[in-house]
């Protein structure tokens, strides 16, 4: 179960940030042994494909940062996060073990698991931000960003070395988007 879940966690770091998860396993698989990626995603780990992750991680990590762009980052950002969230759960050796035969027999289990986690951050984030950058004429944007970026960094993390953690994190996040669009509801129009 501890394998589904750090599937989960990468995926759902994914649909904050589409870069962080698959560049951290990358990274994770070349310099140590705490994540093994199966043989068919060992290019994820070759030094040209992490140098353009990181290119296009700090590409996300700048345009996510300014009010507008933001949004118009998040459209485009709709295909990428899921199909990373799905790449990273099925990528990582944890999804390749599973402790469900279940993953096993059933490898398309693990990308449906995955996107359908990163598409559904994804679309928290994507109602979430505009009432933000709303809320704060704009000056919301960097500041929720570096949040979002952190957390994804930290959850992705805590997925590999403490899955139950980051899945206590992850309710968290739920729970605090849940209180914003509440908020929201609540105003009057």
Do not use: C
Not at 82 to 95: R, W
Not at 110 to 121: E, F, M, N, R, S
Not at 137 to 160: C, I, K, R, W, Y
């Amino acid at each position: 179960m501890l394998a589904v879940l750090t599937g989960l966690g990468l995926s759902s770091a994914a649909g904050l940030n589409a870069f962080i998860p698959v560049l951290m396993i990358g990274l994770l698989d070349r310099f140590t042994d705490l994540v093994r990626l199966p043989a068919e995603f060992g290019w994820l780990s070759d030094g040209p494909v992490l140098a353009l992750l990181a290119l296009l991680l700090a590409a996300e990590t700048v345009l996510d940062k300014v009010p507008g762009v933001d949004t118009v980052n998040d459209i485009v950002q709709t295909l990428i996060r899921p199909a990373s969230g799905g790449a990273v759960f099925a990528a990582t050796e944890a999804a390749a073990r599973a402790d469900a035969s279940l993953m096993r027999d059933a490898p398309w289990l693990a990308w449906t698991l995955g996107i359908a986690a990163a598409l559904l951050v994804h679309l928290t984030k994507t109602t979430v931000r505009p009432l933000v950058n709303a809320g704060t004429l704009g000056a919301g944007a960097p500041v929720v960003s570096t949040v979002e970026d952190t957390f994804a960094f930290g959850v992705s993390l805590l997925a590999v070395l403490a899955p139950v953690v980051a899945l206590i994190g992850l309710g968290m996040l739920g729970y605090v988007a849940y209180r914003l669009l509440s908020l929201r509801r609540r105003q009057p129009a």
